[in-house]
């Protein structure tokens, strides 16, 4: 669990802060749960707001448990790769983090890969609009958390080296649940919301960077504490 841990808060420092990628790309669909809402009917307009990032966070949560499963298989077949796969995923929360900070683009040419999925996956989303109800709100989140996004692709990454089905999805549900407070106030003012996630991208980016740095300390500590003891057996006989 202790291993864990470093994971849920990277992906979910990625996820609020962020999320000013995120608006871009989603921020727009998201507004339409909230334009032109007056004040009688926004009372109707935010639980399908929450409705439709519900289904989001669920299809980030599902993709997590596929990758993680699959990483999971990589490893239980050459258990020797399972400490390489602990490092890395420090390596990749320092990636996330400078990916955040600096606005990089790591994973251009795999949102493109996802792009040709999306393409077959639209013309269903575009079916459930306009939302007029909250099974379709749900249905559209569950649709739109396969849009290609590099953000997303990075802390899924990141959910691949937990090597196990259920700690995946929570690191997906955990960054999930980050990008929620930016996904449903954006349609209530988007513009100034945008503008304070980007002034805060430099220390959120920074702030995952030592998350990383410290995952990475445990393994390498790990490993010094594992040598000193052989060392110390081998002196010992």
């Not at 009372?43 to 448990?65: D, H, I, K, T, W």
């Not at 420090?90 to 683009?105: D, H, P, S, Y």
Request: glycine share 12%; proline share 5%.
């Amino acid at each position: 669990m202790t291993e864990l841990l470093p994971l849920l808060a990277a992906a979910f420092v990625t996820g609020l802060l962020g999320s000013a990628h995120c608006l871009g790309m989603c921020g727009g669909l998201s507004g339409v749960f909230a334009v032109n809402a007056n004040v009688a009917s926004l009372r109707g307009q935010v639980p399908m707001a929450f409705a439709y990032n519900a289904g989001r966070v669920l299809s980030y949560a599902f993709l997590g448990l596929v990758v993680a499963s699959l990483g999971q298989t990589v490893v239980d077949a050459a258990p020797k790769i399972a400490a390489p796969v602990r490092f890395a995923s420090g390596l990749l929360i320092v990636i996330v983090g400078l990916q955040v900070a600096f606005g990089w683009r790591f994973l251009a040419p795999v949102e493109k890969a996802g792009a040709t999925i999306w393409n077959r996956i639209a013309p269903a989303a575009k079916g459930l609009l306009p939302v007029t109800s909250m099974p379709k709100a749900l249905g559209l989140g569950l649709l739109w958390g396969w849009l290609p996004c590099g953000l997303v692709y990075s802390v899924l990454l990141l959910a691949a080296t937990t090597v196990n089905g259920i700690n995946g999805g929570l690191v997906m549900i955990a960054f999930g649940i980050g990008t929620m407070p930016a996904m449903i106030m954006t349609g209530l003012s988007a513009s100034k919301l945008s503008q304070f996630m980007s002034r805060k991208r430099l220390g959120a980016g920074l702030l995952i960077v030592l998350i990383g740095v410290l995952t990475l300390a445990m393994p390498v500590m790990k490993f010094a504490a594992s040598s000193d003891n052989r060392a110390h057996s081998s002196h010992s006989m």
